[in-house]
């Protein structure tokens, strides 16, 4: 049985930063992709950052690289996604995903409830 719940998201000014956390339980065998999406309202939902907990490598969207990390806390069971500079097209809901295998790009199976970001 699989949990993510997200937090940290709020208000914030262009230029300013939020950093997101997923607090995930997963099954207790198999390999786990965790990625981050966001939604902004009329769009479609778009994958930002990736992270393999069973290497740690890491993948970023164009959008976001440079200005968005992705990173793991595995004693605490906690993916963050530290989000700075953020400028208004990165307002959205942002959602923690999960998925079993190796292969993280796509193919996403658990979803969190999702916590709003607001940028102005």
């Known amino acids: 049985h699989v949990q993510l719940v997200e937090s940290g998201g709020g208000s914030v000014q262009a230029g300013g930063s939020l950093r997101l956390s997923c607090a995930y339980s997963l099954a207790s065998t198999g390999n786990y992709c965790m990625a981050w999406f966001r939604q902004d309202s009329g769009e479609e939902r778009e994958g930002v950052a990736w992270?393999?907990?069973?290497?740690?490598?890491?993948a970023y969207s164009d959008s976001v690289k440079g200005r968005f990390i992705i990173s793991q806390n595995a004693a605490r069971n906690i993916v963050y996604l530290e989000m700075n500079n953020l400028e208004p097209d990165d307002t959205g809901i942002y959602y923690c995903?999960?998925?079993?295998?190796?292969?993280?790009?796509?193919?996403?199976?658990?979803w969190g409830q999702g916590t709003q970001v607001t940028v102005s």
């Open positions: 992270f393999s907990l069973a290497t740690g490598s890491t």
């Open positions: 995903a999960a998925r079993r295998g190796v292969y993280c790009m796509n193919g996403y199976q658990y």
